[in-house]
Structures are given as structure tokens and as C-alpha cells.
């Protein structure tokens, strides 16, 4: 929908009850791992070294929580709250992928779809290991 020079989008897939600013959080990190993720992951760097894995993974979130300032203090969120919902954003994704990935026929599109689950894996283990709820 275009309104007043700007355009909308209205995603009905997978249209349910889910985790509070899953599609705000899915658009950004969609970017993110593409972006930058798909450079890391095509070389092994990110399964390679526990170091930089960690400092790209806290780089991400903190890129993703800065994105979303406005938001968050519009809905009186903060740092620790928003963790949660990053957190559960993770999981609910790495389900979506593993469901969807029965479907996709194209290899090279499995094989990407793969290395996202075991990147959001790391970040599922990363947050857990560093951060206190």
C-alpha cells in the first residue's frame, strides 16, 4: 500500500498469536544475517572462532536494539526486556526454519537455510551463556 510517498507491506504468512515485535525483529534481522552473516558463514568464520562469533553476535543485537530505540521506549521496554524478546524471537524463528526446511527443494537454498538455523543456534547459546535474566 502506498500512503502519503510511503509504501506498506501487510505479511499475512504464517499469521498467528506470536513473540511481541516478531515481524519488526524478523525484518531486521533478515538484513542483518544477510548482510553481514551470509559473508561469515560462506566462510566459516563463525563455526571457526568462539571469539568473533561471540563479538559479531553481540554486534547484531545490539545493532537490532539500537534499530528499534524508539519503539521500545515508546513501549517502555528496556535492554533486559528487549533480550527476552530477542530470545524468544530466536527460538520461534529457528522453529519456522526447521519446519519450512522439509519444503525447500533448491540444495543451495537448503544449505543456506541450514547455516541460518546454526547461526541463530549460536546466538540462541550465546545469549543464554552471557547474558542474566
Keep these: 500500500m502506498k500512503r502519503d510517498n510511503n509504501f506498506y507491506v501487510f505479511d499475512f ?13 524478523n525484518w531486521q534481522y533478515h538484513s542483518i544475517i544477510f548482510n553481514i552473516g551470509s559473508l561469515i558463514i560462506s566462510n566459516k568464520l563463525i563455526f571457526r572462532n568462539n571469539f568473533l562469533t561471540n563479538v559479531i553476535l553481540k554486534y547484531i543485537k545490539f545493532l537490532i536494539y539500537f534499530k528499534f530505540k524508539k ?8 535492554k533486559k526486556e ?20 522439509k519444503f525447500v527443494k533448491n540444495i543451495k537454498n537448503k544449505i543456506l537455510t541450514r ?9 540462541i547459546y550465546f545469549i543464554l551463556s552471557n547474558e542474566k535474566f
Excluded at 504468512?13 to 525483529?25: A, M, Q
Excluded at 519503539?71 to 528496556?78: A, M, P
Design 13 to 25: 504468512e504464517k499469521f498467528r498469536e506470536r513473540v511481541f515485535l516478531f515481524d519488526h525483529l
Design 71 to 78: 519503539i521500545l521506549v515508546n513501549y517502555k521496554i528496556d
Design 82 to 101: 528487549f533480550t527476552k524478546f530477542y530470545l524468544f524471537y530466536l527460538f520461534e524463528k529457528q522453529s519456522i526454519l526447521l519446519f519450512d526446511l
Design 115 to 123: 547455516k541460518l538455523i546454526m547461526m541463530i543456534k549460536k546466538n
